[in-house]
Structures are given as C-alpha cells and as structure tokens.
C-alpha cells in the first residue's frame, strides 16, 4: 500500500534507504576483507577502525554534498520565482510550464497556468539571501548518521564475537536483513511488492560489494 499524505519526517524511506545501503557496502568492503586476516585481533581491529574511519569520514562528505546541493536548489527556486514575478504574462507562462513535472505540465491548462502565475506574483519578493534551515541541517545530521550507524551495526559482531569466521557471518546476516528492511522500507514507500523489493535490494547490494571489492575499493 503507499503511503500518501505529507510527511514530516527529515528523509523519505528511498533517501534512508540509499544513505543506509551506501554505508553497508562502504563497511563490508573493509568487513569482507577479514575473511583472508588469519583471525588475527590486532588486523582484525586495524580493518574495523578502517571501516569506521571511512564510513565518518564519507558520512561526513555526503552530508556537507548534501546542504551544498539544497543550497544550489534553493538559489535555482528564488532565480526562477524572481523571474516569474519581473516577466510578462506569456513569458511567466513558459517558466511555469519548464518548471512543473512533465506529466502535470503535458495536461495543464492555459488558464490554470495564469493562475498559477497571479498567485505567484502576489506573493511579497524575497529579496534576503538563500539561508539553509534548521530542517536543512537536520537533514544533513540524519545523513551523516545512517552512514556511520550503518557501520557501527556490522562491526558490532567483531568487538563481542572472538571467532573471526562466525563473527563474519554474524555481521554478513546483519547486512543482509539491513538491506531487505531497506527494501521492504521502500517498496511500502512506492507501492511494489515488499517481499520482491526487499529481495531485490538485498541482491543489488549484495552485487554491489562484490563489484567494490573487485574494483579495489
């Protein structure tokens, strides 16, 4: 079933769930790699500060990534809301018609446009400069911690496990159920199959560690 309505919440299933599967491939490139560690304490703490290590350090990155690209979002949105209200009627039309979703703008009238437009340009002009929000920077905090936390989980297995092997496996099933509840998380979120979805991210991202170990990541 959708869920349909206005969400409060910082980030859809789809972002938590590219933010989540992002750092699970980050971390069990590193995790993946103690396999050929002899089971030996000081590699095996050497590979999960590693994997800690970069999944802060790139948590952070996609976070800043982040409040740059809201912040080039927000400056387009003022651009074109300027552009609106200092154009004539014809000419407001067609920045309207450029800006809605192909769909919406394929069926759209004339007249529902020019509405669209008057509504616009009684609006007061925003002339401050484009400031990130509160929400924005929570937004970039949750980022960041669905990477990091995303690593925690799986290293979990590795500080209480001794047996290097089954704490492998330990943290793998961990991934693993991360990646179908990302899934599921989705698929209720779009309305597909939670079950297939679920599957398939586990498959898509089980690919896509294989395919960052093999590059060399």
Known sequence: MVQLGKSRR???PTER???????????????CSISVANGRQMEIR??????VGCNLAWGIVDAIMFL???LAQKSRNKAIFDAIQNSDKDEAGKYLADILPPVVSSVILPEELEQIRIKLSDLPNTTGKVRLSARDIMKAIGIFLLIFLSTLLVAVPFLFIHNSIFA????NLIAIVMMFLCGWSVARYVGFSTWLMGIAMVVV?????????ALGG
């Open 10 to 12: 910082l980030l859809n």
């Open 17 to 31: 769930a590219a933010e989540i599967l992002f750092g699970l491939i980050m971390a069990l490139t590193f995790t």
């Open 46 to 51: 050497q590979l999960l500060i590693g994997a």
């Open 68 to 70: 740059i690209g809201v």
């Open 168 to 171: 492998l496996r330990i943290s």
């Open 205 to 213: 991202g089980v690919l896509l560690v294989f395919v960052t170990i």
